[in-house]
């Protein structure tokens, strides 16, 4: 069936630092993968997504690299801040169909 | 525009009991999905609904259903409630842009708690 794993489980970085999350799924017909940052108590946010077509996008310190053959994507958080502390979820999903497949998160601590 | 908005906020039911969520999508989005939220299981998609009709259905029993109406906003229905039923709700507002590409934006959820 669908999948999404997600590692690692929690990452801790010094202030600065970068820091690496990676996703793999399991289907092929898969085209759209967001990552999303979810803050303690709030609702998950929209940070950056990317679709097959394309195998990296960048938008200041964030950034998201595809490799479709090998079903893997990844987010890159450069420079990392305290307040970059949070989850972090991948998903995957197919074009309509409202469904996303989630990863099981990442909790980021950035130490100041 | 205003955002994903969900009601009500928090919400406290006993087993047997059912429960209605509202969540009205960002105007002029179509599409809404609902999700749970829990430490267990992580976030699981329920269903979701575009122009007032179920297109897509997760792996959740019959006692979750839910409904779209003609103003986009739509409702989650659990019956039934069982303690394994706490947990966040969250609903999100697609966006679909000129090409058909889909982006989801989640509202602040409804936090469930079955005692």
């Given amino acids: 069936g669908e999948n999404v794993e997600q590692h690692p489980s929690t990452l801790s970085v010094q202030e600065g630092d970068s820091a690496v999350i990676k996703c793999t799924y399991s289907d092929s017909a898969s085209n759209y993968f967001p990552w999303y940052k979810q803050e303690l108590g709030k609702r998950p946010q929209l940070i950056i997504d990317i679709r097959s077509n394309v195998g990296e996008k960048k938008d200041q310190r964030i950034a998201v690299t595809l490799n479709k053959t090998a079903k893997h994507f990844s987010l890159h958080i450069t420079e990392t801040q305290p307040e970059d502390s949070a989850v972090y979820f991948c998903a995957a999903s197919m074009s309509n169909t409202g469904k996303l497949i989630f990863g099981q998160g990442t909790t980021l601590q950035v130490k100041p | 525009k205003a955002g994903v908005t969900q ?4 919400l406290i039911k006993t087993r047997g009991q059912q429960v209605t969520l509202s969540c009205s999508p960002i105007s002029g989005h179509r599409s809404v999905s609902w999700y749970q939220q829990t430490p267990g299981q992580g976030l699981q998609f329920l269903f979701e609904y575009f122009s007032e009709t179920q297109r897509n259905k997760g792996n959740f029993p019959g006692r979750f259903s839910g409904r779209q109406f003609s103003n986009s906003r739509s409702e989650m229905n659990v019956s039934t409630l069982e303690l394994g039923d706490s947990a966040l709700y969250l609903c999100a507002s697609t966006r679909r842009g000129v090409v058909g590409e889909e982006t989801q934006y989640f ?6 708690l079955v005692l």
């Fill in chain 2, 107 to 112: 509202g602040p959820g409804t936090r469930l």
């Fill in chain 2, 7 to 10: 009601t009500p906020r928090y």
